[in-house]
């Protein structure tokens, strides 16, 4: 079959893990008799500088022309001025909300052999498999009221947390449905004790569990469910929780996994359907632009490579494809060839484009 991607590198270490991701596509391609066809957009830091805005008509055209999106990372200290009128990070936000992708999936799987590379003892993170879903496309990130303002007594601010019904129903069932697929098991994290926002979530969450009685829910208040997370992560499977919560808790549930250069991420369109669970997304690596190694062959591709896999099973609806690029990942690193953010003693130490090329070998030779 033939496949358009729309490819955002961004900035920093983006374009050089994106480029990784499309050498395994490509093997991907050659394996199982498909054509992705790549086109390449600007958006970030490297937008700003070519277009003056951080996401240009032209990339969204394209996004919204293709069959999926990959990207890279946005951001970097050239464009950190804080009293600069766009930032990267407008683009990717402006990305998110333009196309809808309000379902952020961002799975946290240990891999065993890389329990010596976390911070945490082995027996702590041993077995972790659990599903962070974020809600993207609302929340303390989009609310209106939202800017500073100068007063005769000084100056103020004001962000707002803002939630609809049906934004708070269609992340929860993305959830529900997830977690169906899964062990059965969802925590819904919120702060209900304290926010009118997450009242509304938890009551929303309440009604439509009784559509999923096979589905064990539980409400847990996110500073609870931070101190959960590295105190005893394998009592979670998926998480369902608001913009703000689930961007500091998925930095935090990271190092479970070893290193952020591990964990990938799908932004999805719509809740994924029940038999093909198919929907539009873009997919990019949780970890960010890296400005300091970028360019250096050092930063690890197997975040945004684990992102194509999950682009081929969300968006193309590619399953045995997916779960091959997977088993590739994981051979390469049973192998014990490391990049240098996950690298023990003893392991045999590879560069970016190295360990794409062993990765895409890896894929060539799959069964
Ligand atoms: C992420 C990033 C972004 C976010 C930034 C770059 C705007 O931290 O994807 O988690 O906060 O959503
Ligand atoms: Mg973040």
Redesign the pocket.
């Known amino acids: 079959m033939k496949f358009k991607i729309a490819v955002l590198p961004g900035d920093g270490v983006g374009p050089d893990v994106v480029k990784e991701a499309q050498r395994v596509l490509d093997e991907v391609g050659k394996r199982f008799g498909h054509r992705f066809d790549f086109s390449t957009g600007h958006v970030g830091g490297i937008a700003i500088d070519k277009y003056g805005e951080a996401l240009p008509e032209p990339t969204l055209a394209l996004c919204r022309r293709s069959d999926a999106v990959l990207l890279g990372?946005?951001?970097g200290p050239k464009w950190d001025d804080p009293t600069a009128k766009v930032r990267?990070?407008d683009g990717?936000?402006a990305l998110?909300k333009e196309l809808d992708l309000f379902a952020?999936l961002r799975p946290v799987k240990m891999f065993k052999v890389l329990e010596n590379s976390t911070s945490l003892k082995p027996a702590v993170v041993r077995g972790v498999d659990l599903l962070v879903i974020?809600e993207?496309t609302s929340g303390l990130?989009f609310g209106k009221p939202k800017q500073q303002w100068t007063t005769a007594i000084g100056r103020r601010a004001v962000d707002s947390m803002y939630y609809t019904e049906q934004e708070i129903e269609r992340i929860v069932r993305v959830g529900f449905e997830l977690a169906m697929i899964r062990r059965r098991k969802l925590t819904s994290v919120d702060k209900a004790n304290v926010l009118e926002s997450s009242r509304l979530w938890r009551q929303i969450t309440a009604e439509i569990a009784v559509e999923y009685p096979r589905v064990k829910l539980d409400n847990m208040l996110v500073d609870a469910c931070a101190m959960r997370l590295i105190q005893n992560p394998i009592y979670f499977d998926v998480i369902v929780t608001e913009?703000?919560f689930g961007?500091i808790l998925?930095?935090e549930a990271s190092m479970l996994a070893g290193s952020m250069g591990m964990l990938p991420?799908a932004s999805l369109a719509g809740i994924p359907d029940k038999k093909t669970l198919q929907a539009f997304g873009l997919y990019?690596p949780?970890h960010?632009s890296a400005p300091d190694i970028a360019g250096m062959d050092i930063a690890n591709p197997v975040a945004t490579i684990l992102s194509a896999g999950m682009l081929l099973h969300y968006s193309l609806g590619l399953k045995q494809e997916a779960a091959a690029v997977e088993r590739a990942v994981l051979q390469v690193l049973n192998s014990g060839y490391r990049s240098k953010d996950i690298m023990t003693k003893g392991m045999k130490a590879v560069g970016t484009a190295g360990m794409g090329k062993l990765i895409a070998r890896a894929v060539a030779e799959q069964a």
């Open positions: 990372a946005v951001g990267p990070e990717l936000l998110r952020n974020r993207l990130y913009n703000t961007d998925t930095d991420s990019e949780i960010g």
